[in-house]
């Protein structure tokens, strides 16, 4: 049987380099983390400190009621997209497991219930200007967001696993967006739609790849 492959880089091989971003105790010992090779050895403010000059301005805010292991997998996602912060609405602790440590590269803001979040917004846009809340949902009344324009600075916000948005976020929500199915299943996975939704954010505002219109229009 093969042995695992193992993840990272071991010990620094030969002298070591200058730099106040390089961690001692990673160039002795090696550096196993779920880091990027640009990030190998460095300390783990310094990673932040980088990551905050090209963080990008999307916000992505997860409804917090129960016991969620999907939050973790959005933060993942979140920190793979370098959003500009993630916001916890609801119960402050949530499950990291799924973060696999990401949610320590990024910037973290609770909220205690929808008007809260709505409030924050309000003027947290460049100048105090307000920041467009997004719901993903398939509710009706719900627009596909396959040819809906995405703002650059938005914040999308998703809901529970099963029980999707609450009716009070949505009430908050500039806009709630679905994403086109063609199965037989009622919803995509929690983390799978804050996936997708923020992917589909990074296609107009980085590749400035525009939606076409709705064909069935």
Known sequence: MEDER????????????????????LLRDGDRRNVVDRYRYWRMDAVVADLDTRRHPLHVAIENWRH???????????????????????????????????????????????????AWAGTAGEGGTPLPLVGVDNVPGSVPLETYDLPRACVLVLGQEGAGLTPEMQEVCDVVLHIAQFGSTRSVNAGAAAAVAMHAWVRRHVFDQHPTQDPSA
Request: hydrophobic share 40%; no cysteine; charged share 25%.
């Open 6 to 25: 193992e993840i990272g880089v071991g010990p620094w091989e030969g002298p070591w380099p200058d730099g106040d971003h390089w961690d001692p105790e």
């Open 68 to 118: 969620d292991l999907n939050i973790g997998s959005v933060v993942r996602t979140a920190n793979a997209t370098n959003v500009a912060a993630f916001h916890v609405v609801g119960k402050r602790r949530w499950n990291r497991r799924g973060a696999m440590v990401t949610d320590r590269y990024q910037h973290e803001v609770h909220h205690p219930d929808a008007a809260a979040l709505a």
